[in-house]
C-alpha cells in the first residue's frame, strides 16, 4: 500500500487533537498528551479519581478484572474509568499516544 506522507499524518493529527479537546472542553476537563513505546505494560492498579481516556494514535489494551473483560483501544476510542476501577494496560506493537483527563470522585 501507499503510506501517507509525514504531512498528512500530522494533518490528520492535528485535526484529531482539535476534536478530542471539543469533547473534553465540553465536559469541562483538561486533558494532557502521553506516549507509551510498544509492549510496555501497567499491572493493575487504581486511582482515586475517575478517568477519561482517548487513543490517539497506536493501541492500547485494558483489562478490567472486577468486569472480567478487556477493551482493545485503537485512534478515536475512548474508555471512562470509574473511580477506584482495577486496570491493568499492555502496549500494542507501534505505541501509543493517548489523551487523559480526571474527575474528581464525588
Known amino acids: 500500500g501507499v503510506s501517507a506522507g509525514p504531512r ?9 487533537d482539535a476534536q ?7 465536559e469541562r476537563l483538561t486533558p494532557e498528551r502521553w506516549e507509551n513505546g510498544p509492549g510496555t505494560e501497567y499491572a493493575i492498579h487504581e486511582h482515586p479519581y475517575a478517568k477519561v481516556l482517548i487513543v490517539q494514535q ?15 483501544m485503537g485512534p ?29 470522585s464525588t
Open 8 to 16: 498528512n499524518t500530522q494533518r490528520i493529527d492535528m485535526m484529531m
Open 20 to 26: 478530542v479537546q471539543t469533547v473534553f472542553a465540553r
Open 58 to 72: 497506536g493501541r492500547i489494551t485494558f483489562t478490567l478484572p472486577r468486569e472480567g473483560r478487556q477493551v482493545a
Open 76 to 104: 478515536g476510542d475512548r474508555l471512562d474509568l470509574a473511580f477506584r476501577t482495577p486496570h491493568s494496560a499492555v502496549i500494542g506493537p507501534d505505541g501509543v499516544a493517548c489523551w487523559e483527563a480526571h474527575r474528581a
